[in-house]
């Protein structure tokens, strides 16, 4: 018995919901870098309660970005599920693995390049969240010295500038691993080209 199509819509709706995460990333990671591009602006600038009011939104928006790829893991994870429930024979004998759609589904070839491209955007957002971690340590880093060692602080920064110069340049590598992510997210819903060619 083969499998209803309605699967292949939800497949689609939850991408559709992984790249709108990507998006949030982008725009958060972009914002964050901005930010960080004067670090004697984040170190100087206060509020009147005492807060450095662009360290907290680089940070805000750092920690923004690692809850979206964490969504975008979650939504890929799913999609992959959906794919191997709607390739397998039915609902409660989904195909184990996407390696499986190689032999016995020879019509499968489809769904086996779009899961392995969903897969390879999984693996991007890991690294892009693990880039994300590094970046929301150094500002914490950054944070506390400003926020504890109080006058103190003062000695220290050069050492706060420079956490801030590395946080950003962990930044930037995390743009380019959401483009990764977000365009092989994208590929991942699209026809290949054999069924795109008339």
Known sequence: ?????????????VVIEADGSCAD???RVAAARTTLESPEAVLTSRDPAGVYTLL????DNVEQASDSLSAF???AVAAERLALHGCGPIPSQPVA???DLRDDHHDRHDERLALNRLEDARDFAKRALRGVDG???????VQYMLRDLGAGAAGRRQAMEEQLQAAARELQLVAVS???????????????????VH
């Open 97 to 99: 693995r996407i390696a």
């Open 73 to 75: 893991i979650i939504h």
């Open 1 to 13: 018995m083969a499998q209803p199509a309605g699967w292949k819509a939800m497949y689609q709706q």
């Open 178 to 196: 959401v483009c990764n992510t977000r365009s092989l997210a994208r590929m991942a819903t699209e026809p290949p080209i054999g069924n795109r």
């Open 25 to 27: 990333v982008e725009h």
């Open 56 to 59: 907290k939104s680089a940070l």
């Open 135 to 141: 970046a929301l340590k150094l500002l914490g880093s």
